[in-house]
C-alpha cells in the first residue's frame, strides 16, 4: 500500500523567510503532483512532477523531485501572507492504469506579517 | 476549455437518510472520473474511479456506491447516510498528465 509522508503538518512562519516542505512515500513513482487548498475551497493545481530531477518554479514556490529518494520538495522563497493556505502533495503510483492519486496529510502554511 | 460541475454545494442530512451527489464534465470526452473524499483537516482519500461508461471501481469498503450512466456523468450515493460519511466531497477528471478537481460538495450528515 503506498503511503505519503508530509512534513511539518503545520507551520508558521514570517514575511520574507524561506522555508521548506517534504513529501516522503513509500514505492516508486514518477508522477508526483503538489495542491493548494485556501479554507473551504477545492484543490488548486501548483505543479506537476513527472520525471526524476524534474524542477518547477513558479512565483515563490519551487517544486523538486527525487524518485530515487522518493522525495519531493516544495520550497517557498520570502514568504508573503497571500502563500497562507494548506498544501498537498499526491503522487500517482500506478499512472498507466488510470491515476489513482495516494495524497498526504497536507501542510497547513501560515504565513504572518 | 474542459469545465466541471458539481451539485449541490453543500448538504445536510440526517442518519439513515439517501444520498445522489452528482458531477459533470463539459468539454472532453471518454474522460477517467474520480470520487474523493476529505475529512475535516485531512489529505483526500480516493473512494471510487471509472475509465468509461458503467465502469466503476471501488477503492476502499463503505456504504457509498457510485455509477456512471453517462460519459460525462459520474454520480456518488449511498441508501443510508451515516455520520462517519460527513466531509466534503470532491469530483476530479484526469487527462493523461494531471487531474483536474470540481468545486466540491460540503456534506454534513446530523
Known amino acids: 500500500e503506498l503511503k505519503v509522508e508530509q512534513n511539518p503538518l503545520f507551520l508558521s512562519m514570517q514575511e520574507g523567510k524561506n522555508y521548506t516542505i517534504y513529501c516522503n512515500y513509500s514505492?516508486?513513482?514518477?508522477?508526483l503532483y503538489w495542491y493548494r487548498q485556501d479554507p473551504g475551497k477545492s484543490l488548486e493545481s501548483l505543479f506537476v512532477l513527472l520525471s526524476n530531477g524534474a524542477v518547477k518554479q513558479e512565483g515563490r514556490l519551487m517544486a523538486s523531485l527525487d524518485t530515487k529518494a522518493r522525495l519531493s520538495t516544495l520550497h517557498i522563497t520570502a514568504a508573503v501572507h497571500d502563500l497562507s493556505a494548506t498544501y498537498f502533495c499526491?503522487?500517482?503510483?500506478?499512472?498507466?492504469?488510470?491515476?489513482?492519486?495516494?495524497f498526504g496529510e497536507g501542510t497547513q502554511l501560515t504565513v504572518n506579517p | 476549455s474542459q469545465t466541471i460541475h458539481q451539485w449541490p454545494a453543500t448538504l445536510v442530512q440526517p442518519v439513515g437518510s439517501p444520498l445522489s451527489l452528482e458531477c459533470t464534465v463539459e468539454g472532453t470526452s471518454n474522460p477517467n472520473l474520480y470520487w474523493y473524499r476529505q475529512a475535516a483537516g485531512r489529505g483526500l482519500q480516493l473512494l471510487f474511479y471509472?475509465?468509461?461508461?458503467?465502469?466503476i471501481s471501488s477503492e476502499v469498503p463503505q456504504n457509498l456506491s457510485a455509477s456512471r450512466p453517462q460519459d460525462r456523468q459520474f454520480i456518488l450515493s449511498s441508501k443510508k447516510l451515516l455520520l462517519s460519511d460527513s466531509g466534503f466531497y470532491l469530483c476530479a477528471w484526469s487527462d493523461p498528465y494531471e487531474q483536474y478537481f470540481g468545486p466540491g460538495t460540503r456534506l454534513t450528515v446530523t
Open positions: 514505492t516508486t513513482s514518477d508522477r
Open positions: 499526491a503522487v500517482d503510483a500506478d499512472w498507466t492504469s488510470g491515476s489513482r492519486l495516494t
Open positions: 471509472s475509465v468509461g461508461i458503467g465502469q
